[in-house]
C-alpha cells in the first residue's frame, strides 16, 4: 500500500529542504516529494502543523544487554529511541559479557531483528574483555556486523596497544570511537575539579584526563590514518585540540552529548547522583564552547550517551553511584528547546547535527528524506509544550537530570522502513 504523508513541514539538510511537501512512500521507501502528490487510492496521513525530519542517529547508546538486564534491553531501549525520534543506534560493547568476538556481535544483530523496531548497529570491544591489555579480534567482528570499535567507559591506556588497533581499524575501514580518559589523572574523581567538588569534599576530575588522551590520540590518528571519532567531549581545551587537528588534516570527528550542552557542575551540587557522568559537567564556559562548536561543525554530532542504570543504583551514596544518565527520549525536545528556541542554533543545522552528519561522517545509508531511500523519519509537533516526567519512559533508566523541565518539539510519531514503530507517544508493538 501506498502512503502519503500531506501537509507536514520537512526539513532535510541532507538536500537543502525547508518547507510545506507531500511525501509519497511505497514498499518502505521514499519515492516522491512534491509540493502536492495525487492521494487517491493511496492512504493518507494528514501531518498539518507539524515537522517531519530524517530520522534521528544516536552513535553512543548503552543498550546494556547481555548480562545488564535489569537496567536496560535491547528491546527496551529500541522502545525508547523510537519515543525520541530515534530510528538507528547503537549497541556499546561494555556489557557482561564484553562483546569482545564474533559470535557476542551476532547474538547483538539477531536481538535487535527480534526487537525489530529501531535499526541497532553493534560495537565491538577494542580490547579483549575491554580490559586494554590486547587487541579483541577486530576484523573477525566486522565481518560479523561490527559498525565500529570502541572500548567506551574505559579509554585505551597503552599508547602502543591502541596504534596496533587504529592500525587494524584502518585496515577493515572502521571507526574507533574514543573515550578520552587518562586514569593516572582521573582516578578516583567522582566530578569536575571545580568549585562544587571543593565545597563537597570529593575526588575531583581534571580537564587534563579528558585532553592529554585527546592529544595522544590526534598524534596517533595522524601517524596510522585511523578515522578517530571522539565521544563525549566535555571542555573548552578539547574543542581547541580538535579544532587545531582538523586543521592539519587530521581525520576525527567529535560529539558532544545534550546533558553537557545544557549543564553544568553546579548540577550536581548537594550530591546529586543524577548529574554524575563521565566525563564530568563542567564549567559554564566549556558549556558555552561546547554550544558554539556544535554550532559552527567542530563538533559535528549529538550523540546521547544513553546510560541506563537502576533507582538503587543511583540512590547509592554519592561516590558508590554508577557514572551515567540516561538521554533517548529527552534529547530532541531539550536541545530544541534550549538551543533553537533561545536562538543558539538554527532548526535545520540541530536536525544536521542530530540526524544527517552522523549518517554523512560514518557512510550509513541513512539520515536523509531523499528519494530512493529508506523511510525512516520522525515527526515533531514544535509547539506542543510538555513537563519531562521519568516515569513515562519507556527505558527502565530513570537516571535523567532533566526531570520536571518544560519543552517543546515533542515526538510524535516514528517511522523505520516505512513502518510506524511510534505514534502520538505509543509504541506500535508490544512492549
Given amino acids: 500500500m501506498e502512503l502519503v504523508l500531506q501537509g507536514g513541514t520537512i526539513v532535510d539538510p541532507s538536500q537543502g529542504l525547508h518547507g510545506r511537501y507531500d511525501l509519497l512512500i511505497r514498499n518502505g521507501h521514499i519515492v516522491e516529494i512534491a509540493e502536492k502528490i495525487e492521494t487517491q487510492d493511496?492512504?493518507?496521513?494528514?501531518?498539518?502543523?507539524?515537522?517531519?525530519?530524517?530520522?534521528?542517529?544516536?552513535?553512543?547508546?548503552?543498550?546494556?544487554?547481555?548480562?545488564?538486564?535489569?537496567?536496560?534491553?535491547?528491546?527496551?531501549?529500541?522502545?525508547?529511541?523510537?519515543?525520541?525520534?530515534?530510528?538507528?543506534?547503537?549497541?556499546?560493547?561494555?556489557?557482561?559479557?564484553?562483546?569482545?568476538?564474533?559470535?557476542?556481535?551476532?547474538?547483538?544483530?539477531?536481538l535487535a531483528q527480534k526487537a525489530g523496531l529501531v535499526r541497532v548497529l553493534p560495537v565491538g570491544a577494542a580490547t579483549k574483555g575491554s580490559r586494554g591489555e590486547e587487541p579483541a579480534e577486530i576484523a573477525a567482528m566486522v565481518k560479523s556486523g561490527a559498525f565500529a570499535i570502541t572500548d567506551d567507559g574505559r579509554g585505551v591506556q597503552n599508547a602502543g596497544i591502541l596504534r596496533e588497533i587504529l592500525r587494524q581499524c584502518r585496515q577493515c575501514g572502521i571507526p574507533f570511537l574514543e573515550h578520552c580518559e587518562d586514569e593516572s589523572l582521573a582516578g578516583t574523581g567522582q566530578i569536575h575539579e571545580g568549585a562544587i567538588a571543593k565545597k563537597l569534599g570529593v575526588a575531583a576530575i581534571p580537564v587534563s584526563s579528558e585532553t592529554v588522551m585527546l592529544a595522544r590520540d590526534l598524534l596517533l590518528a595522524r601517524e596510522t590514518g585511523a578515522h578517530v571519532h571522539i565521544m563525549h567531549v566535555s571542555c573548552a581545551d578539547s574543542v581547541e585540540l580538535i579544532r587545531m587537528a582538523k586543521a592539519r588534516g587530521i581525520k576525527i570527528t567529535a560529539e558532544v552529548t545534550p546533558h553537557h550542552l545544557l549543564l553544568t557542575e553546579a548540577?550536581?551540587?548537594?550530591?546529586?547522583?543524577?548529574a554524575k557522568m563521565k566525563p564530568p559537567l563542567r564549567t559554564e564556559a566549556?558549556?558555552?564552547?561546547?554550544?558554539?562548536?556544535?554550532?559552527?561543525?567542530?563538533?559535528?554530532?549529538?550523540?546521547?550517551?544513553?546510560?541506563?542504570?537502576?533507582?538503587?543504583?543511583?540512590?547509592?551514596?554519592?561516590?558508590?553511584?554508577?557514572?551515567?544518565?540516561?538521554?533517548?527520549?529527552?534529547?530532541?525536545?531539550?536541545?530544541?528547546?534550549y538551543l533553537v528556541k533561545a536562538g543558539i542554533m538554527e532548526l535545520d543545522t540541530?536536525?544536521?547535527?542530530?540526524?544527517?552528519?552522523?549518517?554523512?561522517?560514518?557512510?550509513?545509508?541513512?539520515?536523509?528524506?531523499?528519494?530512493?531511500?529508506?523511510?525512516?523519519?520522525?515527526?515533531?509537533?514544535?509547539?506542543?509544550?510538555?513537563?519531562?516526567?521519568?516515569?513515562?519512559?519507556?527505558?527502565?533508566?530513570?537516571?535523567?537530570?532533566?526531570?520536571?523541565?518544560?519543552?517543546?518539539?515533542?515526538?510524535?510519531l516514528t517511522m523505520v522502513g516505512g513502518k510506524i514503530m511510534m505514534q502520538d507517544g505509543r509504541i506500535c508493538k508490544k512492549v
Fill in 350 to 412: 540541530l536536525v544536521e547535527r542530530m540526524s544527517c552528519a552522523p549518517a554523512k561522517i560514518f557512510n550509513l545509508p541513512y539520515g536523509t528524506l531523499k528519494t530512493g531511500s529508506a523511510a525512516d523519519l520522525a515527526v515533531f509537533d514544535l509547539e506542543r509544550e510538555m513537563i519531562i516526567d521519568k516515569e513515562s519512559f519507556y527505558s527502565k533508566g530513570k537516571n535523567t537530570p532533566f526531570h520536571g523541565w518544560k519543552v517543546k518539539g515533542v515526538p510524535v
Fill in 267 to 274: 548540577a550536581a551540587d548537594g550530591f546529586n547522583t543524577l
Fill in 286 to 337: 566549556d558549556r558555552i564552547a561546547l554550544c558554539q562548536a556544535l554550532a559552527d561543525g567542530t563538533i559535528e554530532i549529538v550523540a546521547t550517551d544513553h546510560a541506563p542504570h537502576t533507582a538503587t543504583e543511583k540512590e547509592q551514596d554519592f561516590t558508590l553511584a554508577p557514572f551515567g544518565v540516561v538521554g533517548l527520549e529527552t534529547a530532541f525536545p531539550l536541545l530544541y528547546t
Fill in 42 to 110: 493511496r492512504m493518507v496521513k494528514d501531518l498539518s502543523g507539524l515537522t517531519i525530519t530524517p530520522g534521528l542517529i544516536d552513535l553512543h547508546t548503552h543498550l546494556r544487554e547481555p548480562g545488564g538486564e535489569e537496567k536496560e534491553t535491547i528491546f527496551t531501549g529500541s522502545c525508547a529511541a523510537v519515543a525520541g525520534g530515534y530510528t538507528c543506534i547503537t549497541a556499546l560493547p561494555n556489557t557482561n559479557p564484553v562483546i569482545d568476538d564474533a559470535e557476542k556481535i551476532k547474538q547483538v544483530v539477531a
